[in-house]
Antibody
Framework: EVQLVQSGAEVKEPGESLKISCKGS????????IGWVRQMPGKGLEWMGI????????RYSPSFQGQVTISAAKSISTAYLQWSSLKASDTAMYYC???????????????WGQGTLVIVSS | DIQMTQSPSTLSASVGDRVIITCRAS??????LAWYQQKPGEAPNLLIH???NVKSGVPSRFSGSGSGTVFTLTISSLQPDDFATYYC?????????FGQGTKVEIK
């Protein structure tokens, strides 16, 4: 079974750094792009960016370029989303999701991780 | 950037109703479109990809159609489990853009 398991909820203060994770299993981790999607409280889905673990090729939405860093460690089948200095406006649920077809970026998200809630508050 | 606009934003319907949700792209996207269902407190789940391909295991009451700039998600006979929020998504080589979502509520 293809599965993505994300790290647990985080409560941080503004200005702190954070790295959340997404571990894939049940498939060839290096061969599929993985993406991150933000959902702010009560709001819709926002595409943040994607990474190809095979060579770490990364593509960001202009809205998130420079605000977060997406990375992957293919040896442990894990993708990451990282902030160097959190803001209150980063409070949201963050989902990782694998693209549905190997190699190509022209693909939908399937499956999804369970989500990681990030709360940034002083 | 391509914008995706869903209508309506909220839809009130009864069990057994035929429900149609529309997604419009600001420019032609061929059939590079997916539909997802999200229930409260859960991650989204894929329903349809490439505009009309229903994911294996998804009930046959769900269908998708369209190409170019106008797409529809149809639920032929709404069931209690279908009350949720639905999102369309355009995906391309360098980005992916979601519609703002359509909440299907109980009438």
């Amino acid at each position: 079974e293809v599965q993505l398991v994300q790290s647990g909820a985080e409560v941080k203060e503004p200005g702190e750094s954070l790295k959340i994770s997404c571990k894939g299993s049940g498939y060839s981790f290096s061969s599929y792009w993985i993406g991150w999607v933000r959902q702010m409280p009560g709001k819709g889905l926002e595409w943040m960016g994607i990474i190809y673990p095979g060579d770490s090729d990364t593509r960001y939405s202009p809205s998130f370029q420079g605000q977060v860093t997406i990375s992957a460690a293919k040896s442990i089948s894990t993708a990451y989303l990282q902030w160097s200095s959190l803001k209150a406006s980063d409070t949201a649920m963050y989902y990782c999701a694998r693209l549905g077809e190997p190699i190509t970026t022209l693909s939908w998200f399937d499956p999804w991780g369970q989500g990681t809630l990030v709360i940034v508050s002083s | 950037d391509i914008q995706m606009t869903q209508s309506p934003s909220t839809l009130s319907a009864s069990v057994g109703d035929r429900v149609i949700i529309t997604c419009r792209a600001s420019q032609s996207i061929s059939t590079w479109l997916a539909w997802y269902q999200q229930k409260p407190g859960e991650a989204p789940n894929l329903l349809i990809h490439r505009a009309s391909n229903v994911k294996s295991g998804v009930p046959s009451r769900f269908s998708g159609s369209g190409s170019g700039t106008v797409f529809t998600l149809t639920i032929s006979s709404l069931q209690p489990d279908d009350f949720a929020t639905y999102y369309c998504q355009h995906y391309d080589t360098y980005s992916g853009t979601f519609g703002q979502g359509t909440k299907v509520e109980i009438k």
